[in-house]
């Protein structure tokens, strides 16, 4: 064994681990100069015992106990990369009661039980990193505990799942309905055969809590965000987003405003001058808003080396022996969000309504949303004369989240409308 | 005083300086939770003896000479934001030689003597903060050490100056001349009354330097750049860049080929499709390739509240205590950069040829050009009758410098040739 080794202890080793294996086996070198250390992945636990020819084929023994990192003295931090919250979390817990650093890339995990973890970590001292947890290989979570310690962030908002980024743009670009892209991107690999937490908003979800943690310095309740996923996105809408100048984009969004904070995951229209119409595919990008400006951070969300390397800086940070800082504030004990009521939220809206094709439709429509002091900044009705269906879209100001609920009530009540009214917010 | 105070002694009070007074004033309760100190700015030292009132109106006591910061032992860190390479060098360099630790916003400085204070620093275990010396609010500094550590860099470019890319911006959009937009500039007060530094590409590469030895952990010397600034860029060019698809921009690029290092400053054509060529106005941008991917970030790279708290992210980095890690290397003496020959380098060109309109000038350049081996990827000659001299527009695929060099200088020797050939690169 090397002289002035660090030791890692890696508890999975799929498509994470094995990128951090191979950004190590790269940056051997360089990993030294920044750290004085030679790092080493000693020991590669996994389930699978069909991993055991990967874990050799670097140089580490294996195990299909991942207690093996805990029990051995000599692992400096264990790196959580198995997923699912439920074994993950006891493997991070019993790392820490054993007095060693850990560094997980599970968002999900941290969304639910980061509160319990992060304060385990600050009683023990100990480094609990999650730099690759927050859109893979984005710089943001050190960067907002580091670069952007002195910025106060008003709002963040990004593109924050891949997979429903690539259906979206594959929709636009190829017109194709949510399910032919959704079979595209599992034969792409950018999809799994389950691919709910993906489409529904729930990964994004996952990440929005980490943000609002680090940008905000509150505990935000999962439970607490609303989420609407892609899989109700047509493309009639994605059209008449176009030619309004629009991108429909899956958008997680948290802002603070009197001290309340406003979070949630939904499609929305993006202007297509806006820099996030233009992250195309399985990119990621992110957002805020606060003293330093607005600051937009473009790159890949996932994938084995960026992901590796985001894993990678966060040992490293272990590694260099610096003080832990895992949330970024001295007492870890974060305060517990308020949660604004999202009635009273105002955005601007799209609404598609499906109407019969005869007189007093817009007339109807129209009074009905002077009624609630919503105004109409645009409008188009599309039919032709054969279509006994019309959709006729409007383009809102600003308007209370619950006048638009109230409206939306009353006009779908109203007897020629055909169908549920679509509507979603315009960034 | 109030207990557990940090003081920061403030040397100028210009723009930045204010920025960072209002900063710390709107982030008090903030900073505290994430340093568990009071932030106080206990002295403000500028020449201008009328900064004296604004001084005491931030609660900070005066002077016009910057040594009493250092003479002060209350005083745990000075501010360097006078500018200049001369006085900002001797007062770092007596801070640091007093015990006192340094945060500076002086790219030139840095650009020109960072390697002398960075060993002095090191020397002396001490900080050197330089947060807001690159692209003012974007996070990049302490992220390419902590959040990117664990990543390796092949090429970092970006948009670095504001000044020239509004100039551009407004060139593009307007269809105005350099001067013209100079000026709308200098009235905006986006240019200085001696604009030569932004619009000859000095800021940008003096920024440049400190980016490289973020990104490559190499110590460049200045004067290996090539600089090429925006003040010869024609509107013609301009136009014709659009005709193709292209923006015309002021580009500072390094990139690491085979422990070489190319690096410059230049006008380049940036395909429309690409999101620098979608930064406007006053905004910096900077990409980075290498093992997490490309990594683009976004934001004001100047401006009181951008700097300012990035100026206060490095303060802060000192309040908690951390450990200096100023370069980002445990060795602080960076090896010196083994400079790429530029006529080595391959790039994509757009060339502009001014011709007498006759038979024969087609064939002749693209003769030329076949016989050194570039090759032509579009073309288009545009003339009317009445004009005597006729602009053609090549863009050729990847040719090497030298070979680009030579036929440059061939064709500008032949009899048809009214005007030295303009020639950009492309991204």
């Known amino acids: 064994m090397p002289r002035n080794a660090f030791y890692i202890g890696l508890a999975g080793f799929g498509t994470v681990g094995s990128g951090l294996a191979k950004v190590l086996a790269m940056n051997r070198a360089w990993v030294k100069r920044r750290t004085g250390r030679d790092m080493v992945i000693k020991t590669v636990a996994d389930l699978h015992k069909d991993k055991e020819s990967s874990a050799q084929a670097i140089g580490a023994s294996f ?36 007095g060693k650093h850990a560094v997980t890339a599970n968002k999900a995990l941290l969304a639910e039980h980061g509160t319990e973890l992060f304060a385990l970590a600050a ?137 309340k904070i406003e979070a949630g995951v939904f499609p929305a229209l993006v202007h297509e001058t806006d820099l996030l119409a233009a992250v195309h595919g399985s990119f990621n990008a992110v957002r805020l808003t606060g003293n330093a400006g607005p600051i937009l951070l473009h790159g890949y969300g996932a994938g084995d080396l960026p992901t590796g390397s985001a894993v990678l800086a966060d040992i490293m940070a272990v590694a260099r022996g610096r003080e832990p800082d ?27 309504f499906v109407v019969a094709d005869r007189p007093g439709v817009m007339a109807g429509i129209s009074a009905a949303m002077a009624g609630r002091g919503i105004s109409i900044a645009q409008a188009v009705q599309k039919g032709d004369e054969s279509a006994e269906n019309v959709p006729i879209v409007f383009l809102t100001h600003a308007a ?8 939306l009530k009353e006009i779908d009540a109203m007897d020629f409308i055909l169908a549920p009214t679509v509507h979603y917010r315009i960034l």
């Open 63 to 98: 195990t299909t106990d991942s207690r093996d990192l805990i029990r051995d003295p000599e692992i400096d931090v264990v790196v959580e990369l198995i997923g699912g919250t439920n074994a993950a979390r006891d493997l991070i817990k019993d790392a820490l009661l054993a």
């Open 123 to 259: 009683k023990a001292g100990l480094h609990l990193g999650y730099e690759a947890s927050v859109a893979g290989g984005i710089p943001l979570v050190q960067t907002f505990k580091g670069s952007l310690a002195g910025n106060r962030t008003e709002k963040v908002l990004g593109i924050l799942n891949g997979t429903s980024n690539f259906i979206l743009t594959e929709m636009t670009v190829r017109g194709m309905d949510f399910k032919a892209a959704l079979k595209l991107a599992q034969e792409k690999g950018y999809a799994e055969a389950d691919p709910t937490l993906d489409v529904e908003g729930v990964d994004a979800a996952h990440k929005l809590v980490l943000l609002i943690r680090l940008a905000f310095g509150k505990d935000f309740p999962l439970s607490g965000l609303t989420i609407t996923g892609i899989s109700k996105v047509e493309p009639m809408d994605i059209h008449f987003a176009r030619e309004f100048g629009y991108r429909i984009k899956l958008i997680a969004q948290a802002g603070e405003v009197n001290g």
């Open 326 to 352: 895992n949330t970024g504030f001295v007492d870890p004990d974060l305060p517990r969000a308020q949660i604004m009521d999202p009635l009273e939220c105002e955005y601007r809206h799209y609404f598609r």
């Open 400 to 407: 209370p989240a619950g006048a638009v609920q109230a409206v």
